[in-house]
């Protein structure tokens, strides 16, 4: 019979040397996310330039964040969204190097290597923790799944008209063909 695993604690996770890696912790296991792709990070800086526009004469954007940047969701989870918003007017929730706590809106890109990662791991665990909100891209269909958290689980907000309008920031409208417009340009292969 084999020793128990030990869990790592969120403070061992924060202790680890920077090895220019990025890591998550998953349920106490520390887990290598492989590194974004450019069409990846293209349409991340495309939303979040979206979502800073919107938040701007709000005077929020400020609460708007982006990968690399650890989440601690709890003792045994440290999540790093490719975006995420954090209400300023909840209590707590930003220490000077991490989010402690749950964000009110999380954005995961996906690519090749992360599908199921982002789709089925990190929806239970955004859904387990709190998170308001989830919007799942993807560069390759070029679609935007929208999900608010009801009654402690996930229900599919509709994309009406091409456009992705979230719940937690009112008023934020996202037009998927402008995201996505122009969006393989300068790509081979």
Same mark, same amino acid.
């Given at each position: 019979m084999s020793a128990p695993t030990k869990l790592m604690t969120f403070t061992e996770f924060?202790?680890?040397p920077d090895?220019?890696?990025r890591? =998550?912790?998953i349920d106490g296991v520390l887990v290598v996310p492989p590194s974004p792709s450019p069409l990846h990070n293209r349409v991340a800086g495309r939303l979040y330039w979206m979502i800073g526009e919107y938040l701007l004469p709000l005077r929020r954007k400020d609460f708007l964040f982006f990968a690399p940047l650890d989440v601690r969701l709890t003792e045994f989870r440290a999540v790093q969204p490719d975006l995420l918003y954090v209400n300023p007017d909840r209590p707590g929730g930003l220490t000077s190097s991490y989010v402690a706590g749950v964000p009110d809106l &999380? &954005? =995961?890109v996906l690519s090749p290597s992360n599908r199921s990662h982002d789709r089925v791991t990190k929806f239970g665990i955004y859904a387990e923790a709190g998170v308001q909100e989830y919007w799942i891209v993807d560069p390759v269909s070029e679609t935007?799944?929208?999900y608010v958290l009801t009654e402690g689980r996930y &229900? =599919?907000?509709p994309i009406e008209d091409g456009i992705a309008r979230s719940v937690v920031l009112p008023g934020l409208e996202v037009d998927l063909e402008a995201l996505f417009a122009n969006l393989h340009q300068g790509f081979s292969g």
């Open positions: 924060r202790a680890l090895d220019g890696n890591y =998550e912790l &999380v &954005v =995961e935007v799944t929208l &229900v =599919e907000r």
